[in-house]
């Protein structure tokens, strides 16, 4: 497959089940060609350390759509290639929190990337904390914002592809219910 959707998400606090922004950025044939952003309701309190961390308090997301709102309007972008994330098993697991907290199906299983494991293959000896990488490959970052660490994401992966990596062997299968 040719299309891969980077996604990173924020959480209100610390229990991670649901998400308080999302980025996608979308990587076809070698390049960026689409993103998304947009805060979301996460019907919970805020933790003063996330809001700390992300900038993104109860008054931010007033007006905001609910996950279930966002996902009518998401679903089809993510469902249209490989998801891929920084730290996969996080994003993933609040995606999954998410779907099943809110009754939502849609797959029982999805393939997917962790830019995170394949840099400790490809890269080995170095941080591969989204910051450092960024650093490393000289990309811009506004870290924890969703829309930053998406494309951050999203960039790493080009830089993977563009090293030669067979990404295809990085692939797996995450399972949402």
């Not at 490809?122 to 924890?144: F, T």
Request: include cysteine; aromatic fraction near 10%; charged fraction near 20%.
């Amino acid at each position: 497959m040719d299309r891969y959707i980077a996604f990173d998400v924020e959480t209100p606090n610390r229990f991670n089940s649901r998400m308080s922004a999302i980025g996608i950025a979308v990587v076809e044939d070698g390049r960026i060609v689409d993103s998304f952003y947009s805060l979301v309701d996460p019907e919970q309190p805020f933790d003063w350390f996330n809001t700390q961390l992300t900038g993104i308090d109860s008054e931010a997301v007033a007006g905001a759509p609910t996950f279930p709102e966002l996902w009518e309007r998401i679903e089809p972008l993510m469902s249209s290639g490989v998801l891929v994330a920084h730290n996969a098993p996080f994003d993933m697991g609040v995606l999954k929190k998410c779907l099943q907290s809110y009754g939502i199906a849609w797959r029982p299983q999805v393939r997917g990337l962790c830019t995170v494991l394949m840099g400790r293959r490809l890269l080995p000896g170095i941080s591969h904390r989204l910051n450092d990488m960024c650093a490393y490959y000289s990309i811009d970052l506004a870290h924890h914002r969703a829309d930053s660490d998406s494309m951050a994401c999203a960039q790493i992966l080009l830089r993977y592809m563009e090293s030669g990596a067979d990404i295809a062997r990085f692939i797996r299968t995450y399972t949402l219910y």
